[in-house]
């Protein structure tokens, strides 16, 4: 089945820590994404990949690191520079960048800092 | 900067009546509009979308209307049941601007 998989579902961290959240996607998309969402928010975006070796800064970047090595894998690192990284995160891909496409989410990945 | 703005309050309608959820947005002319169905503990899934030079769009029990003067956005349900109890995302976008979502308004049928 084509998808776009995050892992872990659900992840504790602690104050100071790194950590780093999966992203892999099967459907051939150039573009991925990263989201957070807080509880009574909509989706902020982190950062975005219009293609492989390349990233940009969406638009509450500060905190968090990225890297697209492979078309099929987006991580999402955490550091512990991000003064409020308990949220619910969200990757997502589509086939091109801000064209008429649909997104495709991942079931997302709670963290929580303990 | 780019706004977009959905009732933030819940709505609750009696099962079997029409849903009409509405996404405003200010400071933006995006060439096309999405609607998104989220789920508690979910990631959102997509539902529809409509362009610029489209006033109406329908799939199923859903209908979406673009309204570029008013810059605003309808989604309807029809028939609704309570199954389509969910948290409905707008998100306009296009050209090579990212697509920005609403916060979304929160749905509740009623049996």
């Known amino acids: 089945d084509g998808g776009i998989t995050q892992s872990p579902k659900y992840l504790f961290r602690k104050e100071g820590q790194n950590v780093t959240l999966s992203c892999e996607q099967n459907?051939?998309?150039?573009?991925m994404y990263w989201y957070r969402q807080d509880p009574g928010q909509g989706l902020r975006l982190i950062y975005y990949?219009?293609?492989?070796?390349?990233?940009q800064k969406g638009d509450i970047a500060e905190g968090y690191s990225v890297s697209r090595e492979k078309k099929e894998s987006f991580p999402l690192t955490v550091t512990s520079a991000q003064k409020n990284p308990t949220a619910f995160y969200l990757c997502?891909?589509?086939?091109?960048?801000?064209?008429?496409?649909?997104?495709?989410f991942g079931q997302g990945t709670r963290l929580t800092v303990v | 900067s780019q706004k977009i703005e959905q009732n933030s309050e819940a709505l609750n309608i009696q099962e079997g009546k029409t849903a009409t959820l509405t996404c405003n947005y200010t400071?933006?002319?995006?060439?096309?509009l999405q609607w998104y169905r989220q789920d508690p503990g979910r990631g959102p899934v997509f539902l529809l979308l409509?362009?610029?030079?489209?006033k109406e769009k329908r799939k199923e029990r859903l209908k979406v209307t673009f309204d570029t003067t008013l810059k605003q956005s309808l989604f309807h349900i029809t028939a609704s049941q309570p199954a389509d109890s969910a948290t409905y995302l707008c998100?306009?976008?296009?050209?090579?601007?990212?697509?920005?979502f609403g916060t979304g308004t929160k749905l509740q049928v009623i049996p």
């Open positions: 997502a891909s589509s086939n091109e960048w801000g064209t008429n496409t649909e997104a495709f």
């Open positions: 459907l051939n998309h150039d573009a």
């Open positions: 990949s219009q293609i492989v070796n390349d990233f």
């Open positions: 400071n933006y002319s995006p060439a096309y």
């Open positions: 409509i362009r610029e030079n489209e």
């Open positions: 998100a306009p976008g296009g050209g090579y601007q990212k697509v920005t």
